[in-house]
């Protein structure tokens, strides 16, 4: 898992919580169940099952792989549209293409990150390019779905492209953690992802044996998701491995421990380390699309398929057909 890695973490500024914080309790473990996305590649659904009040301002997040592809199997998805929130994409190993309709878009790899603000509507397409699948190879990364506000749900489609060396790095205080700072302050040390909703984004690889104690804002929520490896959360040392989320709550420190013994295939604990200021407000979603109300939801797929959220020329838009017929409301 490469991602991002320093040959001397010592160099780096040390981050350590407060010897006088309170460490959060661990809410809840859930276990992602596995399924397939877009053209057929296979996912994690991180959030399922879990009540959106807990994951506010998050909606969705999807692990993609790890996978490792024959020649000809490498899959994305086809051009499909959104509106209401941001998705953020990060790859660790492999490549990915992305292009959409208001002129966004490259080939981000090893440690980039894609962040599309979707806001008012946008259609995009995300695929692997045409030498990964002729020769195959690994692919790892995630894509998270950030909601905005009701007041920015209209805003104009943008977006960010994050390079890999662009990530602010860290080390946690005895040196057996690298962190990497995608989105938001950590300690204040800030990350280079501009986000509409405040939150803050880290991947953070903790060496086995060793613990990682974070400074973390009591104001947003916690989570965590296992990329790799296995270990424990919070003071009561939960068990926690690859493919599964904890909710924290209270506090202002998370606690996260690599156990002693790793697989030799993951030999490092690699975790996603997520957190937000709540949004509080209803929710309605359906398929791509993220509003307050449900009238709000049907008013998108209809200027979708009016054409109001802009063409595709010479291309057939997959991926959204005729009317929903249920919307998800919180």
């Known amino acids: 898992m490469p991602a991002v890695t320093v040959e001397d973490i010592t160099v780096l500024p040390r981050i350590a919580a407060s010897p006088t914080s309170r460490t959060r309790r661990v809410k809840s473990i859930t276990t992602a169940p596995q399924g397939f996305e877009g053209e057929g590649f296979p996912v994690r659904r991180a959030f399922a099952g879990v009540d959106l009040a807990d994951l506010d301002p998050f909606i969705h997040l999807d692990q993609m792989g790890e996978v490792e592809y024959a020649p000809g199997e490498p899959k994305g998805t086809p051009w499909h549209p959104h509106r209401g929130f941001e998705t953020v994409t990060y790859i660790i190993d492999g490549i990915f293409d992305h292009k959409d309709n208001h002129g966004g ?41 950030v909601n905005l506000p009701a007041a920015k749900k209209w805003s104009t489609p943008a977006y960010q492209d994050i390079r890999a060396n662009q990530v602010a790095l860290l080390s946690s205080a005895d040196g057996g953690a690298l962190i990497r700072v995608i989105a938001g302050d950590l300690a204040g040390h800030r990350g280079p992802g501009a986000t509409q909703t405040p939150i803050t984004m880290v991947h953070a690889t903790i060496a086995a044996g060793a613990e990682l104690r974070l400074p973390w804002r009591n104001d947003f929520n916690a989570l965590t998701y296992v990329l790799s490896g296995k270990g424990s959360v919070g003071e009561s040392r939960q068990p926690i491995k690859m493919g599964q989320l904890a909710t924290f709550v209270d506090g202002d420190t998370l606690v996260m421990r690599a156990d002693a013994s790793q697989e030799s295939r993951s030999p490092t604990f690699d975790v996603l380390i997520l957190g937000g200021e709540p949004i509080r407000e209803t929710v309605a979603w359906m398929g791509p699309f993220v509003m307050n109300t449900k009238a709000e939801v049907m008013q998108a797929f209809e200027d979708f398929q009016r054409g109001k959220l802009g063409t595709i020329p010479m291309e057939k838009i997959d991926g959204v057909h005729g009317t929903p017929t249920e919307v998800v409301e919180n």
Not at 126 to 142: A, D, I, K
Request: no cysteine.
């Open 105 to 145: 878009g490259g080939t981000i790899t090893n440690g980039d990150t894609q962040w599309m603000t979707a806001g008012s509507g946008i259609l995009h397409i995300e695929t692997p390019p045409e030498s990964l699948v002729m020769s195959g190879g690994l692919f790892h990364g995630f894509q998270l779905w």
